[in-house]
């Protein structure tokens, strides 16, 4: 395996508190809706560098900046 950064597809957690870089909103859990985010572990030359959420369309919209999630 190489450390490359990746994406994957979750449910949002209640009590999720991070901002989805593409809109600057919080990625919100929403018991009704059963939100999905999509989480990313960005390496930077091979070393992580820090964990990254979007909200699924938002990262759709970034046309998949780290690539296609895994479910
Ligand atoms: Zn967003």
């Known amino acids: 395996m190489t450390n490359e950064s990746r994406a ?4 949002i ?3 999720n508190s991070a901002i989805c870089p593409v ?14 985010q999509i989480i990313c572990n960005v390496y930077e030359n091979g070393t992580w560098q820090r964990v990254e959420q979007y909200h699924l369309a ?4 970034a ?9």
């Open 23 to 36: 809109c600057d909103q919080q990625v919100k859990f929403q018991a009704r809706t059963q939100g999905k």
């Open 63 to 71: 046309q998949e900046p780290y690539g296609a999630p895994a479910t």
């Open 8 to 11: 994957v597809l979750r449910t």
């Open 13 to 15: 957690e209640p009590g």
């Open 58 to 61: 938002c990262y759709d919209e």
